[in-house]
C-alpha cells in the first residue's frame, strides 16, 4: 500500500513503523513530510523512507492513501496547502483530534475522508481508534484503512460522527487518566514508607496484572472487585473512601468535561 504522511511526530512514525512491521507498506512505497528537517532525517535513516519538507509532494507520490498526523494548531496553514494537490480517487485518514469531516473536506477541497480517534497505546501496537468515513469512500477503501488502523492495535468503526467526542473523552484521553491514578497511588505508597523504585513496582504491576486479568477472566470489572473485598476487610475499607469522596461521580464529570472540551475544539 503506499501511503504519505503529512507529519513525522510521535504518532506519524508510530503508524508508519506498524504498517512496515505488519508488512502492510514497504520503505519504498512510504513518502513523509515533515517540517523539521530533524525528524526528516531520522525517520529516513530509522525505515528508510522518502522524505521531504513539501507535503503537496508527499501527498503526489503518496499514492493510495494520505494520513494526516499534525498538531490541531496547524491544520489551517496545511490545508491550503494540501489544497489542489490530492488526487480525487485518494483517500484521506486524519488522526487530528477535534478536527471536523466537514472541516476537512472544505479545507481540502476533498471528499474521501477517513476521520480517526486513536490512542497513545497504539505507539506499542495496543491502542484503540474509533473511526468514520464519508459516503464517498468506498468499500474498498474502508478496508484499506482498517488495515492500517488494525496495525496499531484494536479497532471500532462508527456510523456516526458524534462518537468521536465521545471516544475522545474515553479512550482518547483514558490513558492519561490511568497514569494520573498510577501516580497518585505510587505517591500514596511512598507516604507509607516505600521507596520510590519499590512503589513504582508494585503499582505498576499491579496495574498491569489486574488488566490481564479482567481481559481473561471473562468476569466484569464490579466482579473481580466484589471477590478482592471482605467485608470489613483492608480493601472495603479503601473502597469506602473513594465512596465518601464520590469517586464514581468524579469521574463522570471529568469524562464529561472533556466531551464538552471536544466539542469546543470541533467548532
Known amino acids: 500500500m503506499k501511503i504519505a504522511f503529512i507529519g513525522g511526530g510521535a504518532m506519524g512514525e508510530a503508524i508508519l513503523a506498524a504498517v512496515l512491521n505488519r508488512g502492510l507498506s514497504t520503505p519504498q ?47 489551517p496553514e496545511i490545508m491550503p496547502d494540501l489544497k489542489g494537490g490530492i488526487k480525487p480517487g485518494q483517500l484521506v485518514l486524519s488522526i487530528i483530534a477535534g478536527a471536523r469531516i466537514a472541516t476537512l473536506c472544505k479545507g481540502l477541497g476533498h471528499q474521501r475522508i477517513v476521520r480517526v480517534m486513536p490512542n497513545t497505546p497504539a505507539q506499542i501496537g495496543e491502542g484503540i481508534s474509533v473511526w468514520t468515513v464519508t459516503p464517498e469512500v468506498t ?95 483492608t480493601t472495603a475499607a479503601a473502597l469506602q473512601r473513594f465512596e465518601d469522596g464520590n469517586f464514581k461521580e468524579l469521574v463522570k464529570q471529568a469524562v464529561a468535561a472533556a466531551y464538552r472540551r471536544a466539542g469546543e475544539l470541533g467548532k
Not at 159 to 185: H, I, R
Request: glycine residues 8%; hydrophobic residues 40%; aromatic residues 8%.
Open 29 to 75: 512505497t512510504l513518502w513523509v513530510s515533515d517540517v523539521k528537517e530533524e525528524r526528516r532525517q531520522h525517520l529516513k535513516k530509522t525505515y528508510q523512507v522518502s522524505v521531504t519538507g513539501s507535503n503537496r509532494e508527499a501527498a503526489a507520490n503518496g499514492g493510495d492513501v494520505i494520513i494526516l498526523a499534525i498538531k490541531p494548531q496547524n491544520l
Open 139 to 233: 468499500e474498498k477503501q474502508k478496508e484499506q484503512a482498517r488495515s492500517i488502523l488494525s496495525t496499531m492495535g484494536r479497532e471500532i468503526f462508527v456510523a456516526d460522527e458524534k462518537y468521536l467526542d465521545m471516544a475522545t473523552a474515553v479512550s482518547g484521553s483514558g490513558p492519561a487518566y490511568f497514569f494520573f491514578f498510577v501516580e497518585c497511588l505510587t505517591e500514596a505508597a511512598v507516604s507509607l514508607g516505600f521507596t520510590e523504585a519499590t512503589a513504582q513496582e508494585l503499582v505498576l504491576q499491579t496495574m498491569l496484572g489486574s488488566g490481564q486479568l479482567l481481559k481473561r477472566s471473562g468476569k466484569s470489572p464490579a466482579e473481580l472487585r466484589r471477590l478482592v473485598t471482605s467485608p470489613g476487610g
